[in-house]
């Protein structure tokens, strides 16, 4: 019998170790949030758009939807890679018919949240913009064009017996996303996961909530026009924390839970979770410029990793400056940082040089400020770098700029971060500028996925083992 939709082959056993994200084995031949206030505001709420043949979870609870997904997973996982691209290539144009109802929903979800007082830097963090809009759009496209990360052969080997063994990529099951703020996250996260095999509960914050409704609607109705199986994406809609205490106990049906948004919301589902985190800390990034580190680039290269964007969680933090190269660099930097209206705060050193930086505290180096403020610090050397970095930083992104080859390598094996930049922007340190296509986090995690979390990220592997009648002597 075929396997996902594929003709039967002779059992025949050529191995060979798939390339990267290239070639699939053939089958028998293997080779938290604000409360929903908006009445209480006066604010009208625009229903999602609704399609008589889809399944919007409305109804189900928390369990019964991750039943259903579990069941969704099943099917997902005998399904070929280019059935789940498919489905994914109709996204786009489900959210295009979906768009005035989408722009209606942010409108008003911002509204409530100005209305309930969250400040306007998060307000403008829930905008679903033009260039948003088209951004999601583009992600989707990009995702559902990548290779298949499922059937990939990873390893394999003929034992002197004869047995025929590979160890082959699989979906990893039902993944349980928790996220805060960013509509985006809502298209990113469902073709991440449908790309990779899984299934998914998506629980956005309820400030939100009617944006992440309408965008799920409509990736529902895509994937299930497409053939994709109910409960392949679902959305936990109920506001409140209840429904996601509910979710991170059902163990034995989700198998991996990703929180997405601040330190406290990542705390909170680790400490609550009785399934496995994939967990997303803080972004405390640093740049190191070593004594050659030319003064244009390195000053380009700060300001881009700082000032880009301010508020996400691969922008620099804490600029270290060698000893040897600060009286040419510091007031360089500080005049730079002037023109972006960038607050510095510096060492005992470097207030020294330049005596108007405020003063650091030691409360500066372990905090991710996400905004225009940055700490600086002289250090004496490399090792020195190395041991601050990896003494205060959250092991998310960190970079050197230098001229010497042999600096540059002992840094990226010295630093314990998830991604180490040489001469390049922490600003990419992501599943974009890595030829990823769209994430669902940066783990800061070292178990199973360390970095931009992409469709290849989410999946497992199974062994699968080749005889003729062998057995055990």
Same mark, same amino acid.
């Given at each position: 019998?075929?396997?996902?939709?594929?003709?039967?082959?002779?059992? =025949?056993?050529?191995?060979?170790?798939?390339?990267?994200?290239?070639?699939?084995?053939?089958?028998? !031949?293997?080779?938290?949030?604000?409360?929903?206030?908006?009445?209480?505001?006066?604010?009208?709420?625009?229903?999602? =758009?609704? !399609?008589?043949?889809?399944?919007?979870?409305?109804?189900?609870?928390?369990?019964?939807? #991750?039943?259903?997904?579990?069941?969704?997973?099943?099917?997902?996982?005998?399904?070929?890679?280019?059935?789940?691209?498919?489905?994914?290539?109709?996204?786009?144009?489900?959210?295009?018919?979906?768009?005035?109802?989408?722009?209606?929903?942010?409108?008003?979800?911002?509204? =409530?949240?100005?209305?309930?007082? /969250?400040?306007?830097?998060?307000?403008?963090?829930?905008?679903?913009?033009?260039?948003?809009?088209?951004?999601?759009?583009?992600?989707?496209?990009?995702?559902?064009?990548?290779?298949?990360?499922?059937?990939?052969?990873?390893?394999?080997?003929?034992?002197?017996?004869?047995?025929?063994?590979?160890?082959?990529? =699989?979906?990893?099951?039902?993944?349980?996303?928790?996220?805060?703020?960013?509509?985006?996250?809502?298209?990113?996260?469902?073709?991440?996961?449908?790309?990779?095999?899984?299934?998914?509960?998506?629980?956005?914050?309820?400030?939100?909530?009617?944006?992440?409704?309408?965008?799920?609607?409509?990736?529902?109705?895509?994937?299930?026009?497409?053939?994709?199986?109910?409960?392949?994406?679902?959305?936990?809609?109920?506001?409140?924390?209840? #429904?996601?205490?509910?979710?991170?106990?059902?163990?034995? /049906?989700?198998?991996?839970?990703?929180?997405?948004?601040?330190?406290?919301?990542?705390?909170?589902?680790?400490?609550?979770?009785?399934?496995?985190?994939?967990?997303?800390?803080?972004?405390?990034?640093?740049?190191?410029?070593?004594?050659?580190?030319?003064?244009?680039?390195?000053?380009?290269?700060?300001?881009?990793?700082?000032?880009?964007?301010?508020?996400?969680?691969?922008? /620099?933090?804490?600029?270290?400056?060698?000893?040897?190269?600060?009286?040419?660099?510091?007031? #360089?930097?500080?005049? #730079?940082?002037?023109?972006?209206?960038?607050?510095?705060?510096?060492?005992?050193?470097?207030?020294?040089?330049?005596?108007?930086?405020?003063?650091?505290?030691?409360?500066?180096?372990?905090?991710?400020?996400?905004?225009?403020?940055?700490?600086?610090?002289?250090?004496?050397? /490399?090792?020195?770098?190395?041991?601050?970095?990896?003494?205060?930083?959250?092991?998310?992104?960190?970079?050197?700029?230098?001229?010497?080859?042999?600096?540059?390598?002992?840094?990226?094996?010295?630093?314990?971060?998830?991604?180490?930049?040489?001469?390049?922007?922490?600003?990419?340190?992501?599943?974009?500028?890595?030829?990823?296509?769209?994430?669902?986090?940066?783990?800061?995690?070292?178990?199973?996925?360390?970095?931009?979390?992409?469709?290849?990220?989410?999946?497992?592997?199974?062994?699968?083992?080749?005889?003729?009648?062998?057995?055990?002597?």
């Amino acid at each position: 019998m075929g396997h996902g939709g594929r003709e039967d082959h002779a059992l =025949v056993f050529e191995f060979q170790v798939s390339p990267p994200l290239d070639t699939r084995h053939p089958t028998l !031949d293997p080779v938290f949030s604000i409360d929903d206030t908006a009445a209480a505001h006066g604010v009208p709420r625009p229903g999602p =758009v609704m !399609d008589d043949n889809v399944n919007h979870d409305t109804q189900l609870t928390v369990r019964e939807m #991750a039943q259903q997904a579990r069941a969704a997973a099943r099917t997902l996982a005998t399904l070929s890679g280019e059935a789940r691209a498919r489905a994914l290539a109709a996204m786009p144009a489900a959210l295009q018919e979906a768009k005035d109802a989408l722009m209606a929903a942010n409108q008003a979800d911002m509204a =409530v949240a100005r209305a309930a007082g /969250l400040a306007e830097p998060l307000v403008k963090r829930l905008a679903v913009t033009d260039k948003v809009f088209r951004y999601m759009q583009d992600r989707l496209e990009e995702v559902a064009a990548l290779p298949d990360p499922v059937g990939r052969t990873l390893e394999g080997q003929v034992r002197p017996n004869g047995l025929r063994v590979c160890r082959v990529s =699989v979906p990893i099951g039902v993944i349980g996303i928790i996220y805060e703020s960013r509509p985006n996250v809502t298209t990113d996260a469902a073709a991440v996961c449908l790309k990779s095999g899984n299934a998914v509960i998506l629980r956005g914050g309820s400030e939100a909530l009617q944006t992440n409704q309408v965008l799920a609607d409509a990736m529902i109705a895509a994937t299930t026009a497409n053939g994709m199986p109910d409960g392949t994406i679902q959305m936990v809609r109920t506001p409140g924390h209840e #429904a996601v205490r509910e979710l991170l106990h059902l163990e034995g /049906l989700i198998d991996v839970i990703i929180p997405r948004g601040g330190k406290e919301l990542v705390r909170t589902v680790a400490a609550e979770s009785r399934i496995p985190v994939i967990k997303h800390f803080e972004g405390i990034c640093h740049l190191y410029l070593a004594p050659d580190a030319p003064t244009e680039m390195a000053v380009a290269l700060a300001v881009n990793s700082k000032c880009e964007r301010v508020e996400v969680c691969n922008a /620099l933090e804490k600029l270290l400056i060698d000893a040897e190269c600060a009286p040419r660099l510091l007031p #360089a930097v500080v005049q #730079a940082f002037a023109a972006q209206k960038v607050e510095l705060r510096g060492c005992p050193r470097c207030r020294e040089l330049e005596p108007g930086l405020t003063s650091a505290t030691d409360e500066d180096w372990t905090t991710e400020y996400l905004a225009p403020i940055l700490t600086v610090k002289i250090v004496d050397g /490399l090792d020195d770098a190395i041991r601050h970095i990896n003494t205060y930083g959250s092991g998310h992104t960190d970079g050197i700029v230098t001229q010497r080859l042999d600096w540059a390598e002992r840094f990226v094996a010295a630093v314990d971060s998830a991604s180490v930049m040489v001469n390049a922007s922490t600003r990419l340190s992501g599943g974009g500028d890595y030829g990823m296509g769209a994430v669902v986090g940066i783990s800061t995690d070292k178990l199973h996925a360390r970095g931009p979390v992409g469709p290849r990220e989410l999946t497992s592997y199974k062994w699968i083992a080749y005889g003729a009648g062998h057995l055990r002597g």
